[in-house]
């Protein structure tokens, strides 16, 4: 067994374990403790440093039932209405419509969607995978679908498979097209279109430079994880190891 393993299976006092899930300050943590707030396993757990193997450890305070992840992964229906930032300008945050211990962990967005774009959104407070997950390079692509002032037509179509150029701020991104990976008309009219990048406003951009307009946007994948078909607008679930790698992978087709 490697020493990264063993440090993962050694058990950890349930004071640090509350820290690390978010549930406050260190003293809060152990207050929790104190007044019999804590429950594994159905036993309240009355010491502070009793400690437990975080591997599927599943336990209670205040009678929220809390599973362990030594990194957070989230996925998100996001709403309309709702600004992808800690501190928004003019619409309520994402992060209030997650629980107080998620939002006291160091999550982030993994690529920001538009106030008024809806769909899935994954936040996380692991770095490599997020950075994973939005570099160019790795090709993730993320699935979008659009409702458009007019129905794209088969050049509009073409056009973004070919690549467009758009405006930037750097002349270097002005002067390289960017395409779509993927591009249809829905039965329902609705564009569909796959994006390996996450340039600004990339979609509604891109759906600009070829003569039409996005009136609303949702996006339905990233890689080849989909939005759940049950799961509501501003309603979350944790994801396990076997959807963070279909995130990662790319789907088949669009």
């Known amino acids: 067994m490697s020493s990264s393993s063993s440090k993962a299976a050694k058990p950890v006092a349930i ?29 309240v757990v009355e010491d502070p440093q009793q400690a437990f193997p975080t591997e599927g450890l599943v336990f209670e305070v205040e009678g929220q039932v809390w599973p362990f992840h030594e ?14 930032s800690r501190k928004p300008s003019h619409h309520p945050s994402v992060f209030s419509l997650l629980p107080e211990p998620l939002r006291n962990r160091d999550i982030q967005p993994v690529g920001r969607l538009d106030e008024d774009t809806t769909g ?24 979008y679908q659009a409702a458009c002032k007019a129905e794209v037509d088969e050049a509009q179509l073409r056009q973004l498979l070919a690549g467009v150029l758009l405006e930037e701020r750097n002349p270097k991104l002005a ?19 796959a994006l390996t990048e996450g340039r600004y406003h990339q979609a ?17 994948r990233i890689g080849a994880l989909d939005l ?18 279909l995130a990662m992978s790319e789907p088949v087709s669009g």
């Not at 509350?18 to 943590?29: A, E, I, N, V, Y």
């Not at 979350?236 to 790698?245: G, H, P, S, T």
Request: aromatic residues 4%; glycine residues 8%; proline residues 6%.
């Open 15 to 43: 004071a640090q374990i509350l820290f690390s899930q978010g549930f406050g300050t260190r003293r809060h943590c152990a207050a929790l403790i104190d007044h019999g707030l804590v429950t594994v396993a159905g036993e």
């Open 71 to 84: 990194k957070a992964l989230i996925l998100l229906n996001k709403p309309a209405g709702y600004e992808c």
């Open 120 to 143: 899935l959104l994954l936040l996380t407070d692991d770095g490599p995978l997020q950075h994973k997950l939005t570099s160019p390079k790795y090709h993730v692509p993320k699935l």
């Open 175 to 193: 002067e390289e097209p960017v395409n779509a990976v993927s591009a249809e008309r829905l039965p329902d009219g609705r564009l569909q279109m």
């Open 204 to 220: 509604k951009r891109m759906v600009a430079a070829v003569g039409n307009r996005v009136l609303a946007l949702h996006r339905q």
């Open 228 to 245: 759940p078909a049950d799961l509501k607008e501003g309603g979350w679930i944790w994801l396990d190891a076997a959807q963070r790698d």
